[in-house]
């Protein structure tokens, strides 16, 4: 079945950079359906979505909160996607999921989520 | 792209029916039929319940049904059990091609 593994949990200080994997398994990464998506979850707070690429194509789209401070690459040899943050604050402070489905909805499956702690 | 809207909190009693809703926009919701339901136990990863306003991933109960009317989408549980208290957050896909979720509603379970 669709697994999706990330990498384990980070401390930065702010003004940092943190990267985040997302190895997958179980479906074919690049088959043109499947994009990954990735959201986050402060502490005791919402969902909120950051951005999908569709590692297929390459092509990407970030939520505009985030434009200019992420960045969506994938290594398909590996099926592996990957979610770069820059100018860490103490507002990042979140557990970060990669999630695939189609364009629309996160609709298969998720990681188990990374948390990402930013503090001096 | 402001969050769709959810109640906080609703609840029920083993056996009972409820139903939470989500509010959005004509630019999301309303406009189109990309509502989602996730399922999120403390510490734990989202689980998708319904997709597409009505669809059922396999393996998910059919206790579980969406809907949807207008710019407002409703998830409904019937045969309410213990389990089924959990946060439970919607999304929807936008006309700016992103997605949004909801704020979440945090279901108990009396």
């Known amino acids: 079945q669709v697994q999706l593994v990330q990498s384990g949990a980070e401390v930065k200080k702010p003004g940092a950079s943190v990267k985040v994997s997302c190895k997958a398994s179980?479906?074919?990464?690049?088959?043109?359906?499947?994009?990954m998506h990735w959201v986050r979850q402060a502490p005791g707070q919402g969902l909120e979505w950051m951005g999908w690429?569709?590692?297929?194509?390459?092509?990407?789209h970030y939520a505009q909160k985030f434009q200019g401070r992420v960045t969506m690459t994938r290594d398909t040899s590996i099926s592996t996607a990957y979610m770069e943050l820059n100018r860490l604050t103490s507002d990042d402070t979140a557990m970060y999921y990669c999630?695939?489905?189609?364009?629309?909805?996160?609709?298969?499956?998720w990681g188990q989520g990374t948390l990402v702690t930013v503090s001096s | 792209q402001s969050a769709l809207t959810q109640p906080a909190s609703v609840s029920g009693s083993p056996g009972q029916s409820i139903t939470m809703s989500c509010t959005g926009t004509?630019?999301?919701?309303?406009?189109?039929?990309?509502v989602s339901w996730y399922q999120q136990h403390p510490g734990k990863a989202p689980k998708i319940m319904i997709y597409?306003?009505?669809n059922r991933p396999s393996g998910v109960s059919n206790r579980f049904s969406g809907s949807k009317s207008g710019n407002t989408a409703s998830l409904t549980i019937s045969g309410l059990q213990a389990e089924d208290e959990a946060d439970y957050y919607c999304?929807?896909?936008?006309?700016?091609?992103?997605?949004?979720f909801g704020g979440g509603t945090k279901l108990t379970v009396l």
């Open positions: 999630a695939t489905g189609n364009r629309y909805a996160t609709n298969v499956g």
């Open positions: 179980g479906y074919t990464f690049t088959d043109y359906y499947f994009y």
């Open positions: 690429i569709n590692p297929n194509s390459g092509g990407i």
């Open positions: 004509s630019s999301d919701v309303g406009g189109h039929n990309y």
């Open positions: 597409d306003v009505s």
């Open positions: 999304s929807s896909y936008t006309s700016f091609s992103t997605l949004v």
